[in-house]
């Protein structure tokens, strides 16, 4: 840690030479202010109240007790509330921690008064802020500081920018939590709430940038504005790979396209599943809201395999399932809109499906009940994906918008250009295994 | 000029007394007011006849007034006129069996254009029903309450006529109706301060403003609109949005009790249980929004509220309530009333 310290003093020691024999250190300032506010403490400014405080200390260097400190502090409001109300066990703690804190760094080597002013309106500053942060925020303010008690993390500006960016985050959220509480915010045609897909937004960007490390390519074969139909293959246990698709269009895709999935009708049948799944923009897997997603020019994601793909065991990994009656080839020739096949890799993974116990599903009701080496082994802990690496392919769109909408019953057609997508798909997944190196490296 | 005969049935109810309301207003109407009871409030320039739908005497009395559209209204839910309950057979006598006269008397007499209220609750709620039910989807009302079950054997019946006639029938499907008066089973629903939902469902919910009812009945009218239509207000909300922007809060119960608890004997007829959620359990938990595209285009009809307009006017009305002291009390000014339109009609 002091070696760290090291050439950062001698850079600052430095920068006092240059600037000439009178040294402009800060030190030197709050000191001449202090008389201004031991005259009128009652006018005095909040942070120039505190920066005093430490300065006191700094004068009298023998008491490392922070009693000293307090008459200064005491003339903002805030503190004033802090200390006398009878805390809670949480602020107690925090208060005592903080306390703690502050004798550390009182008693740490006096060489640095620049930083110990800094120090103390740190700790000001959380003090004036402790009725208003959670109690988490607050426990992880303090930890922080206490590792960080010796680096540069100690910069008073650096900590009035955290509370100030925390106060505004909290703020917007209690006005967006008011405001739906009242009944204030929209959700489009199909259900989708833009409000709650940004808030999946930390979740699936750690899942897809740290967690399975998604490579998107051929983001270019899906259009800015217009209408598409990506085809991709289903697997995992459990529907990861619909919500990574859809990351990687909104993260990746220069537009920042939002994704329409559809699910299972089953999934609509579910408490709490059903709204949090139409909230987030996933549809019913119906043709007629197929039809009219795309005739609005939406992406619409299908995984044509359906329980097959998704519950399919792990020797048959790979391996793609029958793709159901091709319902969603008619939909995109009646809407004219090309079909993007997507091959993702990598989502086979995050489950090995080992055995499928069927009379357990029967009994609960649920398509299938895998066992993977995780499940139901470690309880729900077990529904934790492994972190494979994952590649998305977005292959080159099938065009079928010359075909016309009358072709949609042609039966042939229908068939051959299912057969198309499952091939193509089927190659792409092949071609990616061919390259990859390893399961989870990458 | 020679006036044109408009025959409201149901006229002293309270769609049928709106309708007149609105029809008066044109001079080239002759509104003709029929209804088995007296109106409580009659309204100026009708000509009101007293007596039952189903008699041998409708189709002369079409053909004698030469009526040339009809605004079927009668449809009885559950109360009749001395506020005792209707038996389910005198509901399917008046509701199923009434409309089936009207049609037969309407096409007998010539009549040009047959107007119906329906409502788009015949097409059930379902789990597996798409996002936005057109008007050829099929009909699951049979599963629902009595009087939805009438109102989707009425539409059997409806559909079966139209094959075989050509008379013009016009059937709006409504969704819940909401507006100032507080008076249609959504607004009662959303109208007491914790409307139950069912834990863990939030369908999307869809209404029509009531006077986008009226307009839109009177519009099928003038245009001799032939074929069904789902009328109903531009957009959608979740449930549960729709009740906190009346300004009121769910209140969640678990499904399978709430299901369980309907099986009770005695539960389902409960008047004060059937007040809170005036609908089956399921409206509440699949969706059954109807697609409005075929109003737009084919009836062309534009809703005059949206649907926050619409939920924003039944808020502003329910806090109004609130001063009771403020709003006109309808009886003190029914005698005068009453006087002026009988002075009016001796002139």
Redesign the interface.
Known sequence: MTEQENPKRRRRARAEEVNGSEPQSPATRPVETMVDVTDAPASADVLPATLDAATVQLVDESAATHESAEPALTETPIEVKNLDQPATPAQARIDSLLEALEAEIRSMPAADEERQGAIAEVIHLIRASITRWPKKVLEGVVSTLRANIKSDYLDADFWKGIALVLRYQLDANVDMLRR????????D???LDYELVQLTIPLLTFLYRKYWRVEARGLEHVPDDQRALLVCNHSGVLPWDGAMVGAALYFDHPAGRILRNLHL?WF????????LL??LGQ??A?P??AE?LLERDELVGVFPEGLKGVGKLFRDRYKLARFGRGGFVKVAVKTGAPIIPVAIVGGEEIHPNLYNVKPVAKLLGFPYFPITPTFPILGPLGLIPLPSKWYITFCEPIETAHLGSERAEDPLLISQLTEQVRSTIQSTILEVLKERPGVFVG | MERRTVLITGVAGRWGRRLARQLVKFPIVRVLGLDIRQPERPVDGVEYIEADLRNPLLVELLRTEQVEAILHMVFASGLDQRGTQLSAEDAFQINVMGTMEVLAAAHAAGVRQVVLKSTTMVYGARFNNPLYLNEDAPLHGQEGMPSLRQRYEIEKYVADFRRNHDLHIAVLRFPGIIGKSGASSLMQYLGQPTPPMLLGFDPLFQAVHEADVIGSVLHAMANGANGVFNVAADGVMPLSRMIRQVGHLPLPILHPLAYNLQRVPGVKKNPLLRRAVPFDLDFLRYQWVADTSKMHTELEYTPQYTLDEAVEDFRGALRLKRYADVLPRRSLSNGIRAFLSRSGTAE
């Open positions: 739906r509480w009242n009944g204030d915010y929209a959700v045609e199909f259900g009708s609509s049948s579910l408490p709490f599943v059903a709204p139409s909230r549809v019913q119906l007629a809201n009219r």
